[in-house]
């Protein structure tokens, strides 16, 4: 039987866009269907900025999920340092995470490089006034 995976939204604006929680449950939910992953509720991260305590609480259930799958890849903490340790934690307990918005799933050091290419391109733009 499968663990399932934990939908993980936001509650708070991320990229300057403030999406409904309901509206991100649904995208996770269909996500999650699409590709035959079992649903399990969404941990729903506080609104103020910069916390990430409901993020950890899901990576601390690494063990008992087969996956995260997030709103979007852009809800992870900005910080490199703290992007990439949730990558090592997620990728050492053999699970997956996914950003439903994107259509992407990260199961391997390969697939983080290549989230970390789209943070690039965030800022870039972010940076040239077209990311917002």
Known sequence: MTKGCRGYIF??????????QHVQNLVIRDYCA?????????????????CWMMLQGVLEELPRLDG?????????PEQDAARLAVYQRVLAAGA???????????????DARRVEDLWLVRRFL??????E
Request: proline fraction near 4%; glycine fraction near 12%.
């Open 11 to 20: 509650s708070r604006p991320f990229l300057g866009e403030r999406v409904p």
């Open 34 to 50: 699409r590709k035959g992953l079992a649903y399990r509720l969404s941990a729903t991260e506080y609104a103020m900025e910069g």
């Open 126 to 131: 972010a940076r040239s006034g077209q990311g």
């Open 68 to 76: 995260i799958v997030l709103y979007s890849l852009f809800q992870l």
């Open 96 to 110: 997956s995470l996914h950003g439903a918005v994107e259509d992407f799933a990260l199961g391997s050091e390969d």
